[in-house]
């Protein structure tokens, strides 16, 4: 990415920026995904176990606090 752009794009307001990130992700087209048949059974199964105790999942908090502790 040319750095001239990165620089204004970090200028943007977070709420500028989120908004950018969902446009571009929204202009990706993911109309056959290339899983694999073992890749989407455990999605399936993962789906399934969620269904069955959503109390299981952990929230946005928990992910973020997880995510940054394996960056240490």
């Known amino acids: 990415m040319r750095p001239e752009l990165l620089t204004e794009l970090m200028e943007l307001s977070p709420v500028e ?3 950018l990130v969902e446009f571009l ?3 990706i087209e993911l109309k056959n995904p290339s899983l694999t048949a073992e890749e989407l059974d ?3 199964r993962e789906l399934t ?3 069955a105790d959503p ?3 952990l929230s946005w908090e928990e992910v973020r606090e997880w995510l940054w502790s394996r960056r240490k």
Do not use: F, G, K, V
């Open 55 to 57: 109390s299981s999942a």
């Open 42 to 44: 455990e999605m399936e």
């Open 17 to 19: 920026r989120i908004e």
């Open 49 to 51: 176990e969620h269904r």
């Open 25 to 27: 992700w929204d202009s």
